[in-house]
């Protein structure tokens, strides 16, 4: 059983996206602001659309906090989308005499006509509405949430952008003082040299009416020793992470450490060597295994890189057929971004830090932070001592 258990639900253009998260420690700081930081990030990057001109996404908090801090009660959010005063008709949730922006023609790499077939649904807006991308806002803002608490736990999370198009950054060992920089980044990557190409990149596809995929990298700093199992399959932490990872729309892919190379690679050249220091501990020189070793975190900052496919909405759209007419035609277009690659690390960023939250509950539990934090420095005290 999930000890952070969380669900969305939602709309792209109705009234709003709600969520709620249960298993949140009493004490943890926490208000609006610390939420809408985060929303802000997801909305901004070079070649996003124009739903990001529309919407500012902001949060009210409904319930599980009380002057600043969690009150160990479920805490629930809301956050409305501005957009649906132009949709009430469309998305009314009573009968309308006539429905509008009906929708036929299934975009090829989406979920319309899959999720047509699986619901029954004739107009498949009643399939891309849930399916876009929109519903990762509720994701990032409950992942605000697990981020407070981690970080009251000296736990950070942050990512940045390896690759957009066929423009490459240096995959490498980033400090968390360097993968600041990449805040400051229209595509939310550390290497300047590598902003400046993967902008001119997204511009050539924007000409094109084309889209772009790419990799992000999530790294988390400050863990313990001990999250994860390796007693059962679904304990192990990196079966939670490529969950998690995978259920972001768009994501194709999903690696710890240096993954997929490891497997063209000599194990003299792929594991860590383990190394003992007094006062700190076993250590190790390298973190070519990503921070996770038999499904368990190492002490080492855990490295997760997951691979983005383009977007499936195109202006220039492929071929694609009628689903009431059977006539072919070319593929509805919806609003889109030429890429959403810099936004995805910061739904990326909160699908991990869920997936920490509930490790970190699992393996040290406690009712309020205090009481967590108790256990998590005595542990780390056990832990230089064995």
Same mark, same amino acid.
């Given at each position: 059983?999930?000890?952070?258990?969380?669900?969305?639900?939602?709309?792209?253009?109705?009234?709003?996206?709600?969520?709620?998260?249960?298993?949140?420690?009493?004490?943890?700081?926490?208000?609006?602001?610390?939420?809408?930081?985060?929303?802000?990030?997801?909305?901004?990057?070079?070649?996003?659309?124009?739903?990001?001109?529309?919407?500012?996404?902001?949060?009210?908090?409904?319930?599980?906090?009380?002057?600043?801090?969690?009150?160990?009660?479920?805490?629930?959010?809301?956050?409305?989308?501005?957009?649906?005063?132009?949709?009430?008709?469309?998305?009314?949730?009573?009968?309308?005499?006539?429905?509008?922006?009906?929708?036929?023609?299934?975009?090829?790499?989406?979920?319309?006509?899959?999720?047509?077939?699986?619901?029954?649904?004739?107009?498949?807006?009643?399939?891309?509405?849930?399916?876009?991308?929109?519903?990762?806002?509720?994701?990032?803002?409950?992942?605000?949430?697990?981020?407070?608490?981690?970080?009251?736990?000296?736990?950070?999370?942050?990512?940045?952008?390896?690759?957009?198009?066929?423009?490459?950054?240096?995959?490498?060992?980033?400090?968390?003082?360097?993968?600041?920089?990449?805040?400051?980044?229209?595509?939310?990557?550390? !290497? /300047?040299?590598?902003? &400046? +190409?993967?902008?001119?990149?997204?511009?050539?596809?924007?000409? @094109? =009416?084309?889209?772009? #995929? *790419?990799?992000?990298?999530?790294?988390?700093?400050?863990?313990?020793?001990?999250?994860?199992?390796?007693?059962?399959?679904?304990?192990?932490?990196?079966?939670?992470?490529?969950?998690?990872?995978?259920?972001?729309?768009?994501?194709?892919?999903?690696?710890?450490?240096?993954?997929?190379?490891?497997?063209?690679?000599?194990?003299?050249?792929?594991? !860590? /060597?383990?190394?003992? &220091? +007094?006062?700190?501990?076993?250590?190790?020189?390298?973190?070519? @295994? =990503?921070?996770?070793? #038999? *499904?368990?975190?190492?002490?080492?900052?855990?490295?997760?890189?997951?691979?983005?496919?383009?977007?499936?909405?195109?202006?220039?759209?492929?071929?694609?057929?009628?689903?009431?007419?059977?006539?072919?035609?070319?593929?509805?277009?919806?609003?889109?971004?030429?890429?959403?690659?810099p936004a995805a690390v910061v739904v990326g960023e909160a699908m991990v830090?869920?997936?920490?939250?509930? +490790?970190?509950?699992?393996?040290?539990?406690?009712?309020?932070?205090?009481?967590?934090?108790?256990?998590?420095?005595?542990?780390?005290?056990?832990?230089?001592?064995?």
């Open positions: 059983m999930q000890a952070w258990r969380w669900l969305t639900a939602g709309e792209s253009h109705g009234p709003g996206l709600v969520g709620i998260v249960e298993g949140v420690p009493a004490g943890v700081p926490l208000g609006p602001a610390d939420i809408d930081r985060d929303l802000a990030r997801r909305q901004q990057g070079y070649g996003r659309g124009g739903r990001m001109r529309i919407e500012q996404d902001r949060v009210t908090i409904w319930g599980g906090v009380r002057h600043g801090r969690t009150l160990g009660s479920p805490v629930a959010l809301l956050v409305a989308n501005k957009d649906h005063e132009h949709w009430r008709t469309t998305m009314a949730v009573e009968p309308v005499a006539e429905v509008d922006r009906v929708v036929t023609r299934p975009r090829p790499g989406h979920a319309d006509l899959a999720g047509g077939i699986k619901y029954g649904h004739r107009d498949l807006r009643n399939v891309l509405e849930r399916a876009s991308a929109r519903e990762t806002t509720m994701r990032v803002a409950l992942g605000a949430v697990a981020r407070a608490f981690l970080s009251a736990l000296g736990i950070t999370v942050r990512g940045h952008v390896l690759s957009l198009g066929a423009v490459e950054a240096p995959a490498r060992a980033y400090t968390l003082e360097e993968l600041e920089r990449a805040e400051t980044s229209p595509v939310r990557v550390v !290497d /300047p040299a590598a902003e &400046e +190409a993967m902008m001119a990149e997204v511009d050539r596809a924007k000409a @094109a =009416g084309d889209t772009l #995929g *790419g990799v992000f990298e999530v790294d988390a700093f400050g863990l313990p020793v001990g999250l994860g199992s390796y007693v059962q399959w679904d304990r192990r932490l990196e079966a939670a992470l490529g969950a998690a990872l995978l259920s972001i729309p768009a994501i194709k892919g999903v690696e710890v450490g240096t993954g997929f190379r490891q497997s063209a690679e000599p194990g003299s050249a792929v594991h !860590d /060597p383990i190394r003992w &220091e +007094a006062g700190t501990g076993f250590t190790r020189p390298t973190n070519r @295994a =990503g921070g996770l070793e #038999g *499904g368990i975190t190492t002490g080492q900052p855990l490295v997760v890189r997951i691979a983005m496919k383009p977007l499936s909405t195109l202006m220039k759209p492929l071929e694609s057929v009628d689903i009431e007419s059977k006539q072919p035609f070319l593929a509805q277009v919806e609003r889109s971004d030429v890429t959403a690659v830090l869920h997936v920490l939250a509930d +490790a970190v509950l699992q393996k040290f539990g406690g009712d309020s932070l205090e009481e967590v934090r108790e256990r998590v420095e005595a542990w780390d005290q056990r832990v230089r001592r064995f």
